[in-house]
Each structure stands twice: as structure tokens, then as C-alpha cells.
């Protein structure tokens, strides 16, 4: 377990490094399975025993999800001591409409952080997912050969993202903010994307987003025009 930490801690810290030693292992893997005949490399190889250190989906899910429980903690204690001088500030008249909220606010506050905390495995794994087909798409507009050993690192080792959600207040935005940077740095570093070509696949869901909107406001317009 401490072994499994210590890689996470290291993929968060040298992201770079990390994936250069994936890509190249991926790389002295193929070279010898070739020099043997195309068979498999032999479990006593050390290059086989240095890959098994890789860290899978579930354990890279299981590690961020302690983040994610740390990050519930203190959000609970922010939202219980805001209550508690809440009475204070208001008597004082000094911003009280900024900490007024209703029963609803405070419901909906307590779910959504309650179904972050509860959900969060299957949150990363359609995470993981949806960048598993976005990168996909674009390895096959590139004319890029991508295994999905190579896939699953860029992708998975992003997880480590969610490490920033110990930073109060800002930890969300961080760690989304991280999250697309170890991806970047993934399809560089890893699968060998040029830097444009990267920076393409980590703004593909704005982009997509925005071509939405805009068809969405043509298709309204146009509705709108035909009455």
C-alpha cells in the first residue's frame, strides 16, 4: 500500500518524467518481444517487473477518493462554522445578504456534496471514459497508433488531479485545472502528440460545447423565424 502511495505521489509530482518512463518502457517491451519471435516477455523480466508498478484504474480511484472525503470534511466544517456567525454578522448588518440562504440552499448544498462523496467512483469512471473516447477520436484524425496500455496512463495517471482538492476554497478549481494539464502532458510526453495537436484534444469539449450552443441558437432562430 505505501509502495502504491508513493507512486501516486510521484506521478503528481513528476508528471513528465512518469510518462516518459511509461512510453519508453512500452517501447523496450516491443523491441524485445520482437527479438523473441513475437512472443510474450517472460515474467521474470525486469522490465515487465518495473511496469507492474503502475498504478490501475481502482487504485488511482480509491487514493483520489480519500481527497475527495477531505475535501467533504472541511466543507461541512466551512458550511457548520458559517452557520454558527451567521447571527453575528447579520445583527451587525455586514454582509448578510452574501451568507443569507434558505432551507433549499442548504439542502441542496449538503446532497451535492453527500452524492460527490458517495458517487465519486462512478464519476471517474465515466471521467475516464469520456477522455478514453475524446483522445481516441483524435489519435485516429492524427493518424496516431495508440495502445490502450498508453491510453489508460495518460488517462488514469490524471487522476491525481483530485490531490489538489485539499486546498480550501480553491481546490475544485485546481484540481480541474490539474486535470487537463496531466493530460496534456500525457498525450505529449507519453503518446507522443505534438504540443498544438495536445492542446487541440484538451480544449476539444469547449469546443464542442460551444459548436452545441451556437447550433442550438441557429436551430431556435431559424424555429423563431419560420413562426
Not at 507512486?7 to 513528465?16: A, T
Not at 451568507?99 to 440552499?105: I, T, V, Y
Amino acid at each position: 500500500m505505501i509502495s502504491l502511495v508513493n507512486n501516486y505521489i510521484d506521478l503528481l509530482l513528476h508528471p513528465i518524467k512518469s510518462h516518459r518512463d511509461f512510453a519508453n518502457q512500452r517501447m523496450e517491451q516491443e523491441r524485445m518481444k520482437k527479438l523473441r519471435n513475437f512472443t510474450l516477455v517472460d515474467q521474470d523480466d525486469p522490465v515487465t517487473e518495473k511496469k507492474g508498478l503502475v498504478l490501475d484504474f481502482a487504485t488511482f480511484a480509491f487514493i483520489s477518493w480519500v481527497f475527495v472525503f477531505i475535501f467533504s470534511i472541511y466543507s461541512l466544517s466551512f458550511f457548520h462554522l458559517s452557520e454558527i456567525i451567521k447571527p453575528v454578522i447579520e445583527e451587525e448588518g455586514f454582509l448578510s445578504g452574501l451568507l443569507s440562504s434558505n432551507d433549499f440552499q442548504k439542502k441542496l448544498f449538503l446532497f451535492s456534496l453527500l452524492f460527490e462523496v458517495v458517487f465519486f467512483p462512478l464519476a471517474a469512471w465515466v471521467y475516464v471514459k469520456f477522455w478514453r473516447v475524446i483522445i481516441s477520436f483524435f489519435a485516429s484524425l492524427f493518424d496516431k497508433q495508440v495502445e490502450a496500455e498508453g491510453l489508460d496512463e495518460v488517462v488514469n495517471t490524471s487522476l491525481v488531479g483530485n490531490f489538489f482538492l485539499v486546498i480550501p476554497i480553491l481546490g475544485k478549481l485546481f484540481k480541474s485545472i490539474s486535470q487537463i494539464f496531466y493530460i496534456f502532458l500525457g498525450l505529449k510526453h507519453n503518446l507522443k502528440f505534438t504540443t498544438i495537436q495536445s492542446f487541440i484534444v484538451v480544449i476539444s469539449p469547449l469546443i464542442f460545447v460551444g459548436m452545441f450552443i451556437i447550433f442550438m441558437a441557429m436551430y431556435i432562430m431559424l424555429i423563431v423565424n419560420l413562426y
